[in-house]
Structures are given as structure tokens and as C-alpha cells.
């Protein structure tokens, strides 16, 4: 066989040493490259351009204040930055030439917020650091699925993304389920790509610091079936509404999610095998989720959450009313609390007053829960930390690791 | 819960409308926007620019040949080109900004090809055009997973893409296996996106002119576990060649994807229920892998396939005994002919002389195949073509449908 691979090899060679389609040449300068110190140095080719600058996280008060480097102009049109050495973590960027906010033609690795494309790298401090959590490792690894379920409460099929802990395809075990929502301008694919969920996921396990489990990402648009492209509404430019309102909310339709799940999968049964955590607008729905079915979640989870536990002063009488029945349905959630009630919050971020409100009731009202004040905003960056703390404690009957 | 939802509604809006995290703004002008006629717009605000071209594979002889189209600059530093009548059909298109060829900052619907990033659209000219083939409609749609599997042949675990059809979940059937492999550069994503296989596959199902079944996708270059990004190889840049040798050949390993495949999904028994087809280089390991195996597979399928059958003038002594082995092996395999053994290639294509001497092969020595010859080249414009008419034909006793 090893006469036919080389046969193979040479009979490609003379025809062109081309690939699949390869319509383009892509970027001819590969970028970025990260020094084994951590710094990162951004490269592009562009002789004809004026002006070249980049734009990330991995600038101190980066793509939020829209702080932009200059890159430099080398030999030959090709363009460069350097940074000082990063921490370990994963970071977005984007290139700006001549006033257009463009990807990086030198990478092929990209992330899609609501309507942003940007490039992505990770700086890997070693094993226990961020970074290394972010990272595909060589370890064993579960699968990711993109998976079509009725809903009738919603009126159509919708689709989910699941992950199965490594080895699920031929263990035969059954497993707990964790339900991770997504925040507003999301889809049941941003906990993967944005969040590295399943990649969190492996490595945790990996290395015995979370339970095997499975994670279920929902699409939170009770308006929308599925991601965008991936429905008869077509290659439609997202937004950060989630489309027309649904027949039912998320917090109605939600029976209908765990329905099919553990008619599908090989799930343990019980409030102690089933954790919902989510953020921003997700963390809402965890929040209103868990307390609607006090009896179906052990492990909640909220994230820079959309949370309202406190009227305004322009609130409305209907909304006044909803701030009560949330108050008489937490105090039937805590008349046999969750083992875990995790509420966390960055201190810059827009939603940390109702972070500050949910807390405080839970402190007034003895409801147990551990809060998490975190440096930094409404991140992703903060997500992947809280996935990552959350998720080492669920399904474990002490859920507050040192 | 509709006062829930209107109060979450209007706490969200209080905040901003801001979505997940929403880094940066995103491309401001939608582009492109498709006329019901066919006609194309596409849209780039670019004030400091001083030339921006488009190109594509909607230009006649469009991509390959570098003949890119220059925009035209209107009002407010907004560049802009419209086509004329396109056919139906998915295309792809870059745009070229003072020299920097970029994707388009107003579109996030994007695939790769080796280290190439493409924006692409879809023009759907209804049911029956190829447009409309590779959307997805409002039909019940199958899943689609990445999955892990053990090859003791190649001594790792690797990825494979795994198709299953609509209802898979719920309805205890059994499936045929269709088996679909990427050429040279790919991977086991590279029939799911630029493949569409899995919309052909929903639509060819729903439409009732294809059998449902499970399309198992894998990743022909046996150096390597998974698609770029997805090991601990880290974020490399992609290559057209595939990683280092394996310690098998992909003919060699390929029992441990059909074992793992039959273990792991409710598959149907028997030669009549398998089908194996591929481009390019996925062409020719089909052609192998299908003579090795004579009794595995009823279905064979090859596109623009590296197939080879004659010796070349600089044979080496070793490449004529491996083209006379698979003529010993083809004379086995026909000894008890497949249902259908196709062979496709465009008039154009590079390997264009490996499908006439293949096909003129195949008659001198009586072996039953269908021909199919198209216009083009080495495109996935083809394949996609291929892939529709090869997935109506198999596991049918007829498979030769008008």
C-alpha cells in the first residue's frame, strides 16, 4: 500500500499540487505568529494600502473603545504589529485597511458575534491556564451535534447543539445534562464557537475536574427555528433582536427541549442530574427557567444575566406584577434550594446593578447561592471563566470546589 | 409570560440593545442583495479607498483566471457592482481592496477551501433549480454530528461528519451508509460546507428522489486526527497537502470508520446498503478503497477522481505493479458487478485524462458504469452537481432514475 500512496502522491504532483477547488491563493503572509513569551505578531500583505491598523481584545480597553494600533509598513508592502506578551487567553481581532474593518486574509480561524466576523488566536500558557482550556488537546474528546426537535409549544422544529462527553458512543452509561443558553443575538451555535464550550468541556473532564456530562445549547429565539442560514429565512443578516416574537416563550417552551432530550440521549433522571446556566439574556431565561420548574434543576447558573428582581420607576403595572410572581416563585424554588445557585457578574459590566439587586434580595431573603464578582464587562471572555468555574461544580454533591 | 416577556424586552432596551457581546460593529452596509430576476448587488463602504474590485466565481471564467471586476464608488464612499441574471446556484466572491483581497465585512455567510475564506450566496430559483437544492427550505431536516472514533489502523482517534436523516432521532429505522469523501486539503467539514451535502440531502429526502440514509463524511489525509483547528496540531495554517503520511493508508484503515459507523448507528446489513464516492483525491481512494473491499460496497462513486489506470511514460517499476494490482483487484470487484459504479468529471478538469483513460478502461473490459461528463473543471460546482445526481441513484436496484 505504501507504493500506492507514493504512486498517489506523484500523479497529484504532476497535475498540480492543487487541492480540493482552491478558487483563491488566500493570504500569502500566514498570521498571526505567537512568540513562546506571548507576544503576537500580526502580519499583512498590502503594498497598495495608505494606512493599516489592528483592533482586538488583546488591547487593553481594545474593540470596546475602538482603540486601533497602527501597524507598520515593512519591506515589500508588508505591514506588521508586535504585541507585548499576552496572558494566556483567547483573543479577536480584526485589520483595518484604508477605513474598511476587514479579517485577516493570513488566518483562516474566525468567530461570528451577531453580525462581526473576526479573527481569533489563543495563547497557550501551558496546562491550568486559560488559554489551554480554550484549546483542542490531545486528550480524548466528545462529539458536537447539530440536532433537528419538535416543539409544539414554539409550533416547528428547531435545532439544538449537543455535546456527548468522550466515549458516549460506546459506553452504554447514562449521563447528567447540563442546558446552556445563549444570550440576545445569539444561536444555538454561539456557546461553541464564542464560548468553546465543548473544547472547556474536554479538558475539564480530561482532567477530572468536571463530572462527564451533556451539554445542551438551545437556540433562545422562541421566533426563530434555528441559526441564521439555516433556515427558509435564508442568508439573512443577523441582528441582535432574535427575529418576530414565538407562539410560547422560552420559559413555556422549555418542557419540550428536555422532552426530547431524554427521550434521545441516555440521561440519569432527577433534579440532581440537571443543571441550566446561561448568559445575558439566556441568564434570564435560566433565571425564570429554573424558578417555573422548581422541581427540575439542582444546578442553576446565572451569567451577566438578564435577571429583574427589582421595579423602576417607570415600571409598569404589568411589570410590577411579573417582579412579584418572580419573588413567589423563587420562594417555592428555595423551599428546597438548588445545590447550587451561582450568580456571577463582571464589576464594569452594563447588567451588574441587577447582578447587585438579584444578590442582595438573596442575601435579604436567605436564599443560599454563591456570587461571583468578576473584573471586566459584558464578555465572552467572562463567559468562558463562568462556564468554566460553573461547570467544574455541577452534578457533585458538594458543588463548591476550593 | 407574555408580560414577562415585554418586561424583558424593555429591560434589555434600557441597558442598549446590545446582543451577546457584539466586539464590533459588524460590516455596516448589507451586502449582497439579490433581485428576484437574479441580479446581484454588492455593497462595500469604503470613503478611503482608492480602488475596490470583486470577484467570484459568478464572472465567466471567474476566479481561476483572476479577472476580478471593478466596483463602483457612489455617494458617501459606498462602492458597489450589480450583476446581470445569475442562474440558479451557490456562488462565491471576494472582494479586492487596494490590493488586499478580503471578505465581505457585510456578510457573514463565509466558507473555506484550503487557506482560502470566501464570502458565498445562494441565487434559489425555486424547486428543482441547483440553488434551491443547496438552501435550506422549510422541510424536516436531518442532523448533523462531528464525532470521535478510535482507528487502531492509524493508531489515533479522528473525526468524522456524520449526516443522519430527518427523524433518526425518534423512529428506531435503520439506514444504508453512504460513505463521501474530500479530495487533497480537506477535511471531514469540507462536503458539509462547500459540499452542502447535508441541504442536498434534505431536500433530495424530502422531495422523495433520494433514499434517506446516513452520510458518513471522514478525513482522507491519514497523517492527521481532524480538520485544521481541531487538534492539538493548534491553529496551523491549512496546506493542500494533508499532514505527514499516516501509519496506514486510508484503504488500509478504512474497516475501523465502517466498524465504528455500524457499531454506533442503526445501520442496514449487506453490500446493497453501502455506498462509497469522492472527489478528487477522495476519488481515487473511493476507486481503491471499493477494489479492496469487493464485497463492501453496491454503490461507487467517482468525481474528478485521482483514479489511475495507465502508466505513464516515467513509470517506476513500482507505480506499474500498483496499476496492474488494481487491475486484478477491478477484475475481482466485476466478477460480481457493483449496482453502479459512476464515474464524473468536467470537460476542463486537470485529471480530465485520468476519467478517459478510467472510462475507456472500464468499456474495453466490459465493466458496467455510468459516464458522466460535464462542463467545467475541478470545481465544487461540480461536485455539488455529482453529489445531487449520485445520492438519487443509490441503494435503489434501479439506479440509473431519468
Known amino acids: 500500500m505504501k507504493i500506492i500512496l507514493a504512486s498517489f502522491i506523484i500523479l497529484l504532483s504532476i497535475f498540480t499540487v492543487q487541492g480540493q477547488e482552491s478558487l483563491s491563493a488566500g493570504g500569502s503572509t500566514a498570521s498571526p505568529s505567537i512568540d513562546p513569551d506571548g507576544k503576537v505578531t500580526f502580519q499583512l500583505e498590502a503594498p497598495d494600502a495608505a494606512r493599516v491598523l489592528v483592533t482586538g481584545d488583546f488591547i487593553p480597553d481594545g ?93 416547528f422544529n428547531r435545532r439544538m447543539s449537543v455535546y456527548t462527553p468522550p466515549g458516549y458512543e460506546s ?9 446552556l443558553l ?23 473532564i480530561a482532567e477530572g475536574s468536571a463530572v462527564p456530562m451533556i451539554v445542551v445549547m438551545t437556540n433562545g429565539n422562541p421566533g426563530r427555528q434555528a441559526a ?16 418576530a416574537p414565538g407562539r410560547s416563550t422560552m420559559e413555556e417552551s422549555f418542557p419540550d427541549v428536555i422532552r426530547f432530550v431524554e427521550r434521545t440521549y441516555r440521561t440519569l433522571p432527577g433534579k440532581e442530574n440537571r443543571a441550566i446556566a446561561g448568559l445575558s439574556m439566556g441568564g434570564g431565561h435560566s433565571y425564570r427557567i429554573s424558578m417555573s420548574y422548581p422541581d427540575l434543576f439542582d ?13 423602576r420607576e417607570d415600571s409598569t403595572p404589568e411589570q410590577i406584577e411579573a417582579i ?3 419573588k413567589s416563585k423563587l420562594a417555592v424554588q428555595f423551599s428546597d434550594p438548588p445545590r447550587l445557585y451561582y450568580i456571577a457578574c463582571g464589576d464594569t459590566d452594563f447588567l451588574y446593578p441587577a447582578f447587585d439587586q438579584l444578590t442582595s434580595y438573596f442575601d435579604e431573603m436567605g436564599y443560599p447561592h454563591v456570587k461571583v464578582e468578576s473584573d471586566g464587562g459584558h464578555t465572552w ?22
Chains 1, 2 share one sequence.
Open 63 to 155: 474593540i470596546d473603545n475602538r482603540q486601533p494600533v497602527p501597524m507598520v509598513r515593512g519591506e515589500e508592502g508588508i505591514w506588521s504589529h508586535t504585541t507585548g506578551p499576552l496572558e494566556s487567553e483567547l483573543y479577536y481581532y480584526n485589520f483595518i485597511v484604508d477605513g474598511v474593518r476587514i479579517t485577516d486574509p493570513g488566518n483562516v480561524y474566525q468567530m461570528r458575534d451577531v453580525a462581526s466576523v473576526m479573527n481569533y488566536f489563543i495563547v497557550d500558557g501551558g496546562p491550568g491556564s486559560k488559554g489551554h482550556y480554550y484549546s483542542a488537546n490531545n486528550i480524548p474528546r466528545g462529539s458536537v451535534s447539530k440536532v433537528w426537535y419538535d416543539s409544539p409549544a414554539l409550533g
Open 171 to 179: 459506553d452504554g452509561r447514562s449521563y447528567p445534562v447540563f442546558y
Open 182 to 204: 445563549h444570550g440576545a443575538g445569539g444561536d444555538e451555535e454561539a456557546w461553541l464557537s464564542l464560548g468553546r464550550a465543548s473544547y472547556i468541556l474536554d479538558n475539564l
Open 228 to 243: 441564521p442560514g439555516e433556515t427558509a429565512e435564508g442568508l439573512y443578516r443577523p441582528g441582535a433582536r432574535g427575529g
Open 299 to 311: 444546578y442553576v447558573g446565572l451569567f451577566s444575566a438578564a435577571s429583574q428582581i427589582s421595579p
Open 324 to 326: 412579584e410572581s418572580y
Open 381 to 402: 471572555r467572562n463567559w468562558r471563566i463562568y462556564l468554566t468555574d460553573f461547570a467544574r461544580r455541577v452534578f457533585k454533591s458538594d458543588p463548591n470546589p476550593a
